[in-house]
């Protein structure tokens, strides 16, 4: 059985069985407030493989920068509608928004730099806090995943992302300064767990752009000393591949399915489906 990086073997979780139907959705919220740890690219990439095994999915790109979108061939300048409008008028059917990729199973919700004007606006918001969450229970039934794909930043959109989860994600890179911000994260997670979102849990940290130095390794070792029990079971090596399939507009799962990134992202998906974080 071919092995990773570490030694462990690929395919140590089962394949997720067939669903006969589908929703109520599970809500991730991939967050870091530090920037190029992999967000936007384990969202992309662990939906595309999860899709794959055919779960419905739904990315909100929750990024004024829009990479997600751009990641799935959608060009957030040119839809009428993206996540922004969705928050603020109130009236909208979120289903206006949503775009349908090219991909089976696997929709987005997009964004562009019109979203960083929300931070401004949500302080005089009634329940600000829940606007996210209010656009995404129009839909929550539709989908067994909804994948929120959050800013490098700790602001009000952050709290509306970690407000409308069930739990989150947190990609952290293989290398030093990658760890320092970590313990601002789980502050804020804290806070809206014990003021807003008791049910808020830390599904687990995703260790990415992994390179086989003692650096790298020893990084490793703090992560899984300050997380344990919530380190997957894989890390994601740090690989070229990664950008070409960003721009082919493709999941690495579909764009090179047996190129070792996409069997590490395929066996993070089945180890969320094997621990029941999704159906």
Same mark, same amino acid.
């Given at each position: 059985m071919p092995t990773d990086l570490l030694g462990r073997e690929y395919e140590a979780f089962p394949a997720p069985r067939t669903l006969e139907q589908h929703g109520p959705a599970r809500i991730?919220?991939?967050?870091?407030q530090k920037g190029g740890v992999g967000k !936007? !690219?384990?969202? =992309?990439n662990i939906a595309g493989a999860l899709s794959q095994y055919g779960r419905r999915v739904l990315i909100v790109d929750f990024d004024p920068q829009g990479a997600a979108s751009v990641a799935l061939g959608v060009n957030a300048n040119k839809v009428p509608n993206t996540i922004y409008t969705a928050m603020f008028n109130p009236r909208m059917d979120v289903h206006e928004v949503i775009q349908q990729t090219r991909f089976p199973n696997l929709d987005v919700i997009p964004a562009n730099i019109d979203l960083s004007a929300a931070e401004v606006q949500l302080v005089t918001e009634v329940g600000r806090?829940?606007?996210?969450a209010s656009v995404l229970r129009q839909v929550k039934n539709e989908y067994d995943l909804i994948i929120i794909d959050c800013q490098p930043s700790l602001g009000l959109l952050t709290v509306n992302a970690l407000t409308a989860a069930d739990g989150v994600i947190i990609p952290v890179a293989a290398e030093f300064f990658a760890l320092r911000g970590v313990a601002l994260l789980m502050d804020s997670i804290d806070k809206v767990k014990s003021r807003i979102n008791p049910n808020l849990e830390v599904y687990g940290v995703l260790v990415t752009m992994y390179t086989r130095t003692l650096h790298a390794e020893e990084v490793l070792q703090r992560i899984q000393e300050a997380f344990p029990g919530k380190v997957f079971h894989t890390v994601i090596t740090r690989s070229i591949k990664i950008a070409d399939a960003s721009v082919a507009a493709k999941p690495i799962t579909m764009f090179s399915p047996q190129h070792a990134t996409a069997k590490e992202y395929r066996e993070v998906a089945r180890e969320i489906v094997a621990k029941?974080? =999704?159906a």
């Open positions: 991730i919220a991939m967050c870091n !936007t !690219t384990s969202s =992309v806090e829940q606007v996210l029941g974080i =999704v």
